[in-house]
Nanobody, 122 residues
Framework: QVQLVESGGGLVQAGGSLRLSCAAS????????MGWFRQAPGKEREFVAG????????DYADAVKDRFTISRDNAKNTMYLQMNSLKPEDTAVYYC???????????????WGQGTQVTVSS
């Protein structure tokens, strides 16, 4: 049973920083791509960033490029999202997601965490 648990959300002023963590369990973490998504009130869930199984390949949504950094520590079964220069429009529930195919080239995010709230005040 794959479990994903996010942490690190909270309230921060515009221009501030937060680091989200996603702790994974239930299978060999290092074999699977991971990603971060977010959903703001009244909006659809959107892709934020993704990282392949090795950590060498990373992808970002245009809205967060150059401000957010995705990373992973396969020894700790944990993925991170470092968020800098936060804006009020970054306010959302942030979700951790995991691919269901080992060493997949195109992630199929079939596993999801419960989400963590990030609120950026102006």
């Amino acid at each position: 049973q794959v479990q994903l648990v996010e942490s690190g959300g909270g309230l921060v002023q515009a221009g501030g920083s937060l680091r989200l963590s996603c702790a994974a369990s239930g299978r060999r973490f290092s074999m699977y791509a991971m990603g971060w998504f977010r959903q703001a009130p009244g909006k659809e869930r959107e892709f934020v960033a993704g990282i392949n199984w090795s950590g060498r390949n990373r992808d970002y949504a245009d809205a967060v490029k150059d401000r957010f950094t995705i990373s992973r520590d396969n020894a700790k079964n944990t993925m991170y999202l470092q968020m800098n220069s936060l804006k009020p429009e970054d306010t959302a529930v942030y979700y951790c997601a995991a691919d269901s195919v080992p060493y997949g080239l195109t992630p199929k995010y079939d596993y999801w965490g419960q989400g963590t709230q990030v609120t950026v005040s102006s």
